[in-house]
T-cell receptor
């Protein structure tokens, strides 16, 4: 699986958009970008994934650059409940069950 | 439908003892994966079971083992506990059609004294 780099921590004001970056400069053509998050003391939660097109669901939007070497997870209107560690994972689809979570970005949403 | 459930939620053991943790996947999910989470190492993959067979295994010693039953429920066992085994143990289930969307349980917090 390609290596990812994320900032260790970020802050965001409640109601504002939270933009979480992920660098994956060694990504291969068949590798997807997945995002999970883990709220304190809970199990990780799947958010979204994409290959090369931008994706949106009820939780977030995923913007992948044209060269696919980086991506941004966007929480359009962050709430206090979005405070969590966000993990960017790059891997081929259906390549197995072992997710490599890395260290992630700790997002703090403040009132 | 009900999510992934894990029992017990909290457990305290002493060094040298063994422990068994249980996981019930989402109904219809036949794959169960186990992860260990510690402050120092983060989330690490332990093993994955499908149809009562272990298909993938992470880099953990043989003291860590697991099994899966015909109803897809899974257990993991840690023998001869060490202080370093103190961790949050997470179970995740997924469907055959989408292995990358894993649904995690709340975890079992194991403390080894």
């Amino acid at each position: 699986d390609a290596k990812t780099t994320q900032p260790p921590s970020m802050d965001c004001a409640e109601g504002r958009a939270a933009n979480l970056p992920c660098n994956h400069s060694t990504i291969s053509g068949n590798e997807y970008v997945y995002w999970y998050r883990q709220i304190h003391s809970q199990g990780p939660q799947y958010i979204i994934h994409g290959l090369k097109n931008n994706e949106t669901n009820e939780m977030a939007s995923l913007i992948i650059t044209e060269d696919r070497k980086s991506s941004t997870l966007i929480l359009p209107h962050a709430t206090l409940r979005d405070t969590a560690v966000y993990y960017c994972i790059v891997r081929p689809a259906n390549s197995g069950y072992a997710l490599n979570f890395g260290k992630g970005t700790s997002l703090l949403v403040t009132p | 439908k009900a999510g992934v459930t894990q029992t017990p939620r909290y457990l305290i053991k002493t060094r040298g003892q063994q422990v068994t943790l249980s996981c019930s996947p989402i109904s219809g999910h036949r794959s169960v994966s186990w992860y260990q989470q510690t402050p120092g190492q983060g989330l690490q993959f332990l093993f994955e079971y499908f149809s009562e067979t272990q298909r993938n295994k992470g880099n953990f010693p043989g003291r860590f083992s697991g099994r899966q039953f015909s109803n897809s429920r899974s257990e993991m066992n840690v023998s001869t506990l060490e202080l370093g085994d103190s961790a949050l143990y997470l179970c995740a289930s997924s469907s055959l059609a989408d292995t990358d969307t894993q649904y995690f349980g709340p975890g079992t917090r194991l403390t080894v004294l």
